[in-house]
């Protein structure tokens, strides 16, 4: 599939607002994949499906987890999470994604998972710092990116569990467990 | 066994500065055990001899470790963790301290676990905002144990998350669940 096939079976699943990210995203990922040798037409087709469910109902993506035997503790924490596994479900049944890598990339790009590859990291960190991003420690991230893609990838981790913490809320296992996996891998 | 075996007991495992440290917690969780209703006698002894194997040898740590079954994971984490599963075997082998809910506190003091009990709670609180103890952050935790129990320990859990993640290191997966369970069992 190339671009523009791609772009037209996600632009009228997203808001233009989140189409616009999702183009900063696409942008963003294969700017990182030509930096750090990752596969520059995986990284344009997974950021160009990361969001492919953002919008989908929470019943449908609910039912598909359930369905689908995704791990049920999904469903016990934000459903802000949901959409990337079941992204990478529909990216595969409904645009026929059969890529491995591209769709853990998407299944994984909202909580990490312990042993990212580099195009999960990618897809994560464009994620993160993509052009039209703005919020607090946006910027520090985006000149780690520069220079190297684990710091970047910690510091984007760090600042997503304060986030959740100084709003009370629980942070989802993976994403810990990423945290702890790339400080470990990195020496810390 | 009452007050002035136990600290017969512990005084000469411990380093002064950590005996003394030792009555600020027992101090300490005697009053929060009244305030919020916990035994105050096992809230005594759980104090007194929540850091028994503090300064035990790394290597003999380690050895109990692995030929008591506890958790192998322990090993792959700081060993400033090992002292309190050490402490709670040894307060039981060395000590005769059979009461279940006194090791526990102990075994978790420094963890933390999901589903705390109020006096694993309360050993866990009176630890950290003992009035030996000075770092950034304690006054804060020490006026709302003042008010809230869970509170301050939410509190005191963030603290310790955000001074390993700001030198990146690993957080104890205990710790992470169990911040995660008593924010979700507060209602956030």
Excluded: C
Aim: aromatic share 8%; proline share 5%.
């Amino acid at each position: 599939m190339d671009r523009e096939q791609a772009l037209l079976l996600v632009k009228p699943q997203l808001t233009e607002h989140r189409y616009q990210h999702t183009l900063g995203v696409m942008e963003t990922a294969i700017r990182l994949a030509e930096k750090y040798g990752a596969d520059t037409k995986k990284a344009e087709l997974a950021a160009i499906f990361h969001d492919y469910a953002k919008f989908r109902p929470k019943d449908e993506m609910k039912q598909i987890i359930e369905e689908q035997n995704m791990p049920p503790i999904l469903l016990e924490y934000n459903s802000e999470l949901w959409h990337a596994p079941v992204g990478a479900y529909l990216a595969e049944i409904e645009a026929g994604i059969k890529d491995e890598e591209v769709l853990d990339a998407i299944r994984y790009h909202t909580s990490g998972r312990v042993g990212m590859t580099l195009l999960d990291k990618v897809i994560y960190l464009a994620d993160y710092i993509e052009p039209g991003r703005h919020f607090p420690g946006v910027e520090e991230v985006r000149k780690m990116a520069e220079e190297d893609l684990d710091r970047a990838l910690i510091q984007s981790m760090k600042n997503t569990i304060q986030f959740l913490m100084k709003k009370n809320q629980p942070v989802f296992p993976d994403t810990f467990n990423a945290y702890n996996s790339i400080v470990t891998n990195t020496g810390g």
